[in-house]
């Protein structure tokens, strides 16, 4: 049979994903992902330590970054991206700097080094894009971790205007929607421009459009920021549906505020009030309500 008429396979680009040991929640990256890209994932080597500030000094050295980088270049991709909220805001801004040298370094060719990105440097030039100055935090994180992010954030300017932490230093990826969603309603108080969700072992790609059309502000995650980061260097955009800081880039314009989520069945109500600095720089918009939140894989 004559098969010359698939022209194929296509030329393949692809994201090199370095994650600590922990991470589960492959298939969540692969949902920011346009068809045509790839994602080859390695994770770092397993280390006896707990959710901690410890562990994410641990996961981040330099050597360990920069044999996780070299088991990727066999497979050629055009960007590097570190996975890791927690070990990329540790060393502070400049820590988070000589992360990408050493991986840019460790993944050098004839062209040159490899563009890397970490979750934590997406993170800013993901608040840059929106010009968010002032942010409301939400992490799985011990208060430990949570403020070390806090820090990593004031060194850039960043101004925290809430917090919400579950204290939780194992098993991350089970936390459910749910909880995801609560912890996002009480952060928000006063008048922040944006909400982030840290931690890149969080589940968050559905929960983004619901919790911006209630709260009526930006919302990014980790593993959101981390792909749509690396995809720009791509020349590529990171899809999914309703996310601000995803239609702002695919219009070329300063992110918007989305259209309305189609209705769903109602689960809970959205809350009356919205802070009033938000709501003056705001049209007019019912957000819809929440939808049940279906039931992960590997809850217990």
């Excluded at 692969?30 to 390695?42: A, K, M």
């Excluded at 995801?180 to 944006?194: E, I, L, Q, Y």
């Excluded at 999914?240 to 989305?258: A, E, I």
Aim: negative net charge.
């Amino acid at each position: 049979m004559d098969i010359d008429f698939l022209g194929g396979p296509q030329p393949q680009r692809g994201v090199g994903v370095v994650a600590p040991f922990d991470f589960a929640l492959d298939r969540e990256l692969w949902r920011w992902v346009p068809d045509g890209i790839s994602l080859h994932l390695t994770r770092t080597p397993f280390v006896p330590v707990e959710v901690s500030l410890d562990l994410a000094r641990l996961v981040s050295e330099h050597q360990t970054l920069r044999e996780a980088v070299r088991a990727l270049i066999a497979v050629e991709p055009q960007v590097v991206a570190y996975a890791c909220t927690s070990g990329s805001f540790v060393g502070g801004l400049a820590g988070e700097r000589a992360m990408c040298e050493a991986m840019s370094r460790a993944g050098e060719t004839e062209s040159g080094d490899l563009p890397s990105v970490t979750t934590s440097g997406a993170l800013l030039e993901a608040l840059g894009a929106l010009g968010a100055r002032r942010v409301a935090v939400v992490t799985p994180y011990t208060e430990s971790v949570t403020q070390s992010l806090e820090e990593y954030l004031a060194q850039a300017g960043i101004v925290i205007t809430g917090r919400e932490f579950l204290g939780l230093t194992r098993h991350i990826w089970k936390v459910p929607y749910r909880d995801v969603v609560d912890m996002a309603r009480r952060a928000v108080v006063g008048a922040a421009d944006c909400l982030f969700i840290s931690c890149t072992n969080l589940p968050t790609y559905d929960v983004i459009p619901q919790l911006e059309a209630e709260l009526r502000m930006p919302v990014i995650s980790a593993n959101q920021v981390t792909m749509w980061s690396a995809l720009r260097r791509l020349g590529a955009e990171a899809v999914g549906p309703y996310q601000r800081l995803l239609m702002g880039t695919q219009q070329g314009t300063s992110p918007v505020v989305p259209p309305v989520v189609p209705p769903v069945a109602p689960l809970a109500m959205a809350p009356e009030t919205v802070p009033e600095a938000v709501s003056e720089a705001l049209p007019p918009l019912t957000p819809p309500p929440l939808p049940p939140f279906p039931e992960q894989e590997g809850l217990n």
